[in-house]
C-alpha cells in the first residue's frame, strides 16, 4: 500500500450486502467508492445510509494526513 492512497475493505459479515465486492481485500477506496455508485444507479434496493461506504461495513486505512486548510474543512454534508 502507498501511504498516501486512501484503502477500505468490506468486513466478512456484509459480503452479501455488496455483490461484487470481495470481502476482507483491501482496495483503493475510489475503486469502491465507484462501484458502489454504479451499481446504486443501476439496482433496484442498495443499502443506504449517510454515507456511500459506511464505517459499519467497511475498514480503512491510509491516506495523506491533511495539512493547512484541509485540517478543519468539511468533506461530509453530517460534518458540523
Known sequence: MQGNIREARLKPEYAGTYPGIEAGVWLPATVIGQQLLLW????PAT??????????????????????AWVSARTRINDG
Do not use: C, I, N, W
Open 40 to 43: 446504486q444507479l443501476t439496482a
Open 47 to 68: 443499502p443506504m445510509g449517510e454515507r456511500l461506504m459506511s464505517e459499519d461495513h467497511f475498514e480503512f486505512r491510509g491516506g495523506r494526513k491533511r495539512v493547512g
